[in-house]
Nanobody, 115 residues
Framework: VQLVESGGGLVQPGGSLRLSCAAS????????MRWHRQAPGKERERVAV????????NYADSVKGRFTISRDNAKNTVYLQMNSLKPEDTGIYYC?????????WGQGTQVTVSS
């Protein structure tokens, strides 16, 4: 099983980034997918969730209206479009696939929002 995140980087406040997570080794199309993040010195928090059918089911209050989760089951990839980025969005962003009897995580991609 592999989850490989990409797309992180340094961006100025107000800017945008699009994260990608390429999945392999499990039945991606049947899995609920999630993005989490961990800011320096803070606990990991769930940012967004999308069902296996591609319906976003949950966003953290702190990102509602700014972030959009989506997926392409043909490419085994989940995305996180992040707009109007703020310094408090800085952190490591992780892709997660979880179900009743499995829980897979990627290595994470660093997002830094700073002027």
């Amino acid at each position: 099983v592999q989850l490989v995140e990409s797309g992180g980087g340094l961006v100025q406040p107000g800017g945008s980034l699009r994260l990608s997570c390429a999945a392999s080794g499990f039945t991606f199309s049947r899995s609920t997918m999630r993005w989490h993040r961990q800011a320096p010195g803070k606990e990991r928090e769930r940012v967004a969730v999308i069902s296996s059918l591609g319906i976003p089911t949950n966003y953290a209050d702190s990102v509602k209206g700014r972030f959009t989760i989506s997926r392409d089951n043909a490419k085994n990839t989940v995305y996180l479009q992040m707009n109007s980025l703020k310094p408090e969005d800085t952190g490591i962003y992780y892709c997660n696939a979880g179900g009743r009897d499995y829980d897979y995580w990627g290595q994470g991609t660093q997002v830094t929002v700073s002027s």
